[in-house]
C-alpha cells in the first residue's frame, strides 16, 4: 500500500476511481481497506478482459518487451528496468491508437475528462 501513497502523492492525490480485473492481487482485504472511503473500486467481470483493452494491450507490451525479457538479480534492478521501459513507453513510443503520438503528447493535448457511469466510493 506504501507504492499506492507514492503513486497518489506524485499525481496530485487519488483517483476517484480504481478500475481492475479480479485477480487475486487486486480483490485482496488489505487492497479493499485502502481504498474504503478515499478510492472507489470498480471491478470487471470475470472473463471480459475486452472491457478494459487499453490496460490489456499495455499489460501484453510490458510482458513481451520487458518482463518476459529480463531476469533480475534485485528488487532495484528490477525498479530501474521496469522505470526504463515506463518511461521509453509514455515519452518515447509512438502509438496509432493515439494518432502516432506518445502517452504523454496525447496526454497534455486532451482536454476532455473521463466520468465513470458507475462509481461507488466504498
Not at 531476469?71 to 521509453?88: C, N, Q, Y
Request: charged share 20%; glycine share 6%; hydrophobic share 35%.
Amino acid at each position: 500500500m506504501a507504492e499506492l501513497e507514492r503513486v497518489f502523492a506524485a499525481v496530485g492525490g487519488p483517483p476517484k476511481v480504481l478500475r481492475m480485473d479480479n485477480g487475486p492481487e487486486l480483490i485482496s482485504d488489505a487492497l479493499q481497506q485502502f481504498c474504503t472511503n478515499r478510492v472507489g473500486i470498480v471491478y470487471i467481470p470475470p472473463g471480459t478482459p475486452w472491457n478494459n483493452g487499453f490496460i490489456e494491450s499495455f499489460n501484453r507490451r510490458l510482458r513481451n518487451e520487458c518482463l518476459n525479457r529480463n531476469h533480475w538479480t534485485s528488487l532495484l534492478e528490477a525498479r530501474v528496468v521496469i522505470g526504463d521501459f515506463k518511461t521509453d513507453h509514455n515519452h518515447r513510443h509512438r502509438h496509432s491508437a493515439l494518432g502516432y503520438l506518445t502517452p504523454a503528447e496525447y496526454t497534455a493535448r486532451c482536454s476532455h475528462t473521463h466520468h465513470p457511469v458507475v462509481c461507488s466510493i466504498n
